[in-house]
């Protein structure tokens, strides 16, 4: 197998199996350059505004929600538009409003990758620029805003 440029192959004593080394970046590694194994992940923060017909209907708000698709949607689009004239901020809103547990952190949902998220989500969040926050998105939850924050 041919290498690509400054990687060599080494031998790891305390794991007694073989790793690859960039002689120039220092970088080691276990999987081979040459494998595209790039794990592309993103890091966002979210809104989340349930109905009663999300999945699971409760929150740490209120246990039982009652709410229509079109109320949910409507009390989304306040909080977006409280955003986008700067008077409010997803992580303030999210700490006192959102129907997830990740309120307890601004809305913060940490990193993920493809295929951790359901998939509305997914093509959302990842199609977003950092700092860029989504229209509202769908998905069995409930209704999302979603800000990529890396």
């Not at 007694?16 to 220092?26: A, Q």
């Not at 977003?128 to 926050?133: A, D, R, T, W």
Request: glycine share 6%.
């Amino acid at each position: 197998m041919d290498l690509p440029k400054n990687w060599v192959i080494r031998h790891s004593r305390t794991y007694n199996k073989d790793y690859y080394f960039n002689t120039v970046t220092k970088e080691s590694r276990w999987d081979s350059p040459l494998s595209n194994t790039a794990v592309e992940r993103v890091r966002a923060s979210h809104l989340l505004v349930k109905s009663k017909e999300s999945r699971r209907p409760s929150s740490w708000r209120e246990e039982h929600i009652s709410r229509t698709k079109e109320e949910a949607l409507e009390i989304l689009k306040e909080y977006q538009r409280k955003i986008e004239m700067g008077q409010e901020t997803l992580s303030a809103l999210a700490t006192h409003f959102s129907d997830c547990s990740s309120a307890k952190r601004g809305g913060d949902l940490g990193w993920f990758e493809r295929g951790q998220m359901q998939k509305p989500f997914e093509e959302a969040a990842f199609g977003l620029q950092v700092g860029e926050l989504s229209k509202p998105v769908w998905t069995d939850s409930g209704v999302h805003l979603i800000l990529r924050t890396a």
